[in-house]
């Protein structure tokens, strides 16, 4: 069954959106995300090995669909800390549509993974956890939830996340792709291109959001699991979202209305207004000035080099030159 959105009289949300839906038969609600210009500029700037680039790809699709969700003014931030070769993975979402991402990692590790081809998602990452937090502002309660990382997929972690912390059942898909066009004098050139769906159940009934109790992980041998039936409308849904391919997420020829009508056609979806993402950083000079204030005499000697301090901001690699502590 082919799309016609004119028809419709739907207006692509386009690369670099987020794009809210409900699908009301299945008592469901999401987004939907294609990443482009945004993705690239990102990747591009910190030139990371292929492996953390699209680690980090990924990281920055979850939090794209998740720091949208934000119905204030504040900031929604995805960090991983692990024993891994990428040690650190941090994508800082502040609404309404900037979003910034860098990476910590050994090279040398990452090197050895690539060059026996075992640098997957789940080695480079190791053991350790994931936190998001959301920050309301100065004078409101931070609020964290903290996830353990041994060995999963981001995908998997997202989904512990929601059955843990939330208690919401949540299905994700993320994908990441390398895009090869040809450019006269050039020849082939390559771009990142991602994309993501996040898929909860919340319906009015809140006994049909019921889901087992999570392992303790010492019970008595033999005890038997806690079972519970999942939501045939629950299972529709999630069965829908699993046969998502990634090509369907990183295809700059399908877009998220294409991919949603595909899905959910039988039942109806609902699509929201789109909301778009800029790379756009939020240091600045006066922030950095403050920071340098607020050190010590002694601290401010070890930073300076031939009389000058130089920050570099390791999300959008802009460097600020000071002569000496500001202030004095």
């Not at 929201?272 to 010590?296: H, T």
């Amino acid at each position: 069954m082919a799309l016609n959105l004119d028809e419709l009289g739907i207006t692509p949300a386009g690369l670099d959106a987020v794009r809210p839906f409900a699908v009301e038969g299945l008592d469901v609600r999401g987004r939907a995300v294609a990443l482009g210009p945004v993705l690239e500029k990102i990747l591009d700037r910190h030139a990371y090995p292929e492996p953390v680039s699209r680690l980090l790809a990924e990281a920055i699709v979850l939090t794209s669909l998740l720091g949208t969700s934000l119905k204030f003014d504040g900031r929604f931030t995805l960090q991983t800390q692990t024993k891994g070769p990428v040690s650190m993975l941090v994508v800082d979402f502040k609404s309404p549509d900037a979003i910034r991402a860098c990476a910590t990692f050994d090279a040398a590790e990452v090197a050895a993974l690539m060059a026996d081809g075992k640098a997957t998602q789940e080695a480079l990452l190791g053991h350790g956890h994931l936190a998001m937090t959301i920050d309301q502002g100065m004078h409101m309660q931070r609020y964290q939830g903290l996830v353990e990382l041994d060995g999963v997929s981001l995908e998997e972690v997202a989904r512990r996340y929601f059955e843990r912390s939330e208690q919401i059942p949540t299905e994700v898909r993320l994908g990441v792709g390398e895009l090869f066009t040809r450019q006269e004098g050039e020849g082939h050139v390559k771009t990142w291109t991602a994309g993501g769906i996040l898929i909860q159940f919340l319906p009015e009934a809140p006994e049909r959001m019921r889901q087992a109790d999570i392992d303790p992980g010492n019970a008595p041998e033999g005890t038997s699991p806690h079972e519970i039936d999942e939501d045939d409308a629950w299972v529709e849904a999630k069965v829908l979202v699993e046969t998502v391919k990634d090509v369907e997420l990183t295809d700059p020829e399908v877009s998220v209305e294409m991919l949603l009508f595909r899905l959910f056609h039988e039942r109806g979806v609902r699509l929201f207004e789109p909301q778009p993402l800029v790379d756009k950083c939020s240091c600045s000079r006066e922030k950095i000035e403050n920071v340098l204030a607020g050190f010590s005499d002694d601290d401010v000697d070890h930073m300076t080099v031939d009389g000058k301090i130089i920050v570099t901001c390791e999300f959008c690699s802009t460097s600020y030159e000071f002569d000496g502590k500001p202030g004095q």
